[in-house]
């Protein structure tokens, strides 16, 4: 009989975890955690209008907040996380679309690809 080995499956933990510089592509879902909006969706990759209905970016560059290069660059392609992200790590004190200045947020972040 076989041996059998997570390589041949492709399981998130025989990838290599990627590093700052490298394209990630993730399917996401954000939503707000305080108290007057918990659990509302204020963005999600499938309504971004792209034919795979995710997001690419290069880690460690300014296209997202800094709590995403941070959370993903310990992820591997296949790992699916549930990331919550301060507002220094998100928008600050700024605002950007629906988000208020200083709201932390949660994030459901799969990595489809690493490039």
């Not at 700052?20 to 939503?31: H, L, P």
């Not at 209008?49 to 300014?62: A, L, M, V, W």
């Not at 799969?110 to 490039?115: A, G, H, Q, R, S």
Request: proline share 5%.
């Amino acid at each position: 009989m076989g041996h059998l080995s997570g390589s041949h499956y492709g399981w998130p933990g025989n990838q290599p975890v990627h590093q700052a510089g490298q394209k990630v592509t993730v399917n996401y879902v954000g939503r707000f955690i305080g108290a007057t909006n918990e659990s509302q969706v204020f963005d999600a990759s499938n309504t971004n209008r792209t034919d795979c209905g995710c997001f690419s970016f290069i880690n460690g560059s300014t296209g997202v907040i800094p709590g995403w290069s941070q959370a993903t660059v310990e992820m591997r392609k296949g790992d699916r996380k549930l990331i919550i992200i301060p507002s220094y790590l998100a928008y600050g004190m700024g605002t950007s679309g629906s988000i208020p200045a200083n709201t932390p947020l949660l994030f459901d972040i799969e990595i489809l690809n690493v490039e």
